[in-house]
Structures are given as C-alpha cells and as structure tokens.
C-alpha cells in the first residue's frame, strides 16, 4: 500500500487516480460528489457528525430576544427539513 498525502481541497480531483481517499465533507459538498457512494461516514459515537455547530452568545445576551428567535428558527423543523434537502445527507442536522 502506498499512501500520499494530499491537500485537502485537492482530492476530489484525484479520485480518479486513487484506490482509497478521505475526504472531509465540505470538500465532499464543494465537488457535488455523491454521498451515498462512501464507504464511511463518520457521524461519531452519537450518530452525529462529531464537526457539529452551536449557536452562542455573549453572557450579557444570552437572555435577549432575538438569540432566543434565532435559536428558535435554527433548532426547527423547517430548518431540519432545509438541511435534509439541500445537503442530502452530506450535513446532518445535530438537533
């Protein structure tokens, strides 16, 4: 087996000339490579992906109204069927 190291944003490109790549998941999105044709995706010990994003705020907000609507807006259903469809399991919502 030989390996090569390669710049993250450069393997997509290489695929082709590769038996095995490991490819973080914004590189995966980027080149509009097919997801479902991995071998392996990392969601992590809790079946979630273990890169996931937190809304925070400073102490003196953390009561203020329009963090609570934001976070309201984030954590829905709406949001979750968003990123359901637009990232088709590419992204997974950890909420």
Avoid: C, H
Avoid at 2 to 14: F, G, H, N, Y
Wanted: hydrophobic fraction near 45%; charged fraction near 30%.
């Amino acid at each position: 087996m030989k390996i090569v190291e390669l710049e993250s944003a450069l393997l997509p490109r290489a695929l082709g000339e590769v038996d095995l790549a490991a490819l973080n998941g914004n590189y995966v999105f980027e080149a509009k490579l097919d997801i479902t044709k991995a071998l392996l995706i990392d969601r992590g010990q809790d079946g979630y992906n273990v890169w996931s994003e937190y809304l925070v705020t400073r102490p003196e907000t953390k009561g203020d109204a329009r963090v609570a609507k934001l976070a309201k807006v984030l954590n829905s259903e709406e949001t979750r069927k968003f990123i359901e469809e637009r990232y088709k399991g590419q992204v997974v919502a950890a909420f």
